[in-house]
């Protein structure tokens, strides 16, 4: 298996401008998680979807983040407007459920100034 | 609300010696997960434990369950400095939608 595929690797904008972090699950997994990790916070998640439908987003900070699963094997995560405070790693996850380990991404690594 | 904690938060230990890292979490779960991540890298996968005195080992790490205690240990044994980095553990929700709690992680520095 190819595992979890994100890109970009790394992002830096300007505070205001939206941001569009994309995943693409191991094929063959159900579940995708979006986690966000900084110092302060640790790692949150922030929704996870099952079958491409989000059950738990209660994580999602305020209505400036969005995320969206159309298919098995894509999901973005949107920020607009960013903030600086948005600046932090930004993993993508999936899993065959249930009792199964998540295999994570590399990271987004997002840096809004 | 769930709640995972670990302890300690941070780690420093001699190379050659032994040490535990424990993991509290709040509510009823059999399933948790433990995670190395090297900084600036992802979270690996370590061990996957299923059910109430599941015990795992791997080289020099051994992970243990006690779901009446809801209680897991990572026992780290004759540290190398290989092993300096930071250790999750992660609570299952349940379920076959259920995710994945984590605790705020262990930063492990073993040093010569």
């Known amino acids: 298996d190819a595992g979890v595929i994100q890109s970009p690797r790394h992002e830096v904008t300007e505070m205001g401008q939206e941001v569009t972090l994309r995943c693409k699950p191991i094929?063959?997994?159900?579940?995708l998680f979006w986690y966000r990790q900084t110092m302060m916070r640790g790692l949150e998640l922030l929704i996870y979807?099952?079958?491409?439908?989000?059950?738990?987003d209660s994580g999602m900070p305020e209505d400036r983040f969005s995320a969206k699963m159309p298919n098995a094997s894509f999901s973005t995560l949107k920020i607009q407007p960013s903030e600086p405070r948005d600046s932090a790693v930004y993993f993508c996850?999936?899993?065959?459920?249930?009792?199964?380990?998540?295999?994570f991404g590399e990271g987004s690594w997002l840096t809004v100034v | 609300e769930l709640k995972v904690e670990q302890n300690p938060l941070f780690l420093s230990m001699q190379e050659g010696k032994n040490y535990t890292i424990y993991c509290n979490y709040s509510?009823?779960?059999?399933?948790l997960y433990w995670y190395r991540q090297d900084p600036g890298k992802s979270l690996e996968s370590l061990f996957v434990?299923?059910?109430?005195?599941a015990v795992k080992q791997e080289g020099r790490l051994m992970a243990s369950l006690d779901t009446k205690a809801r209680l897991s240990t990572l026992h780290i044994t004759a540290a190398v400095h290989d092993l300096s980095a930071t250790y999750f553990c992660?609570?299952?929700?349940?379920?076959?939608?259920?995710?994945?709690?984590f605790g705020k992680g262990t930063k492990l520095s073993v040093k010569p």
């Open positions: 996850a999936s899993r065959r459920p249930p009792g199964n380990t998540i295999y």
């Open positions: 094929s063959g997994h159900n579940s």
């Open positions: 979807f099952n079958n491409n439908v989000p059950i738990d």
């Open positions: 509510t009823t779960s059999d399933r």
């Open positions: 434990l299923l059910s109430n005195g």
């Open positions: 992660a609570v299952d929700m349940g379920g076959s939608q259920g995710n994945l709690i």
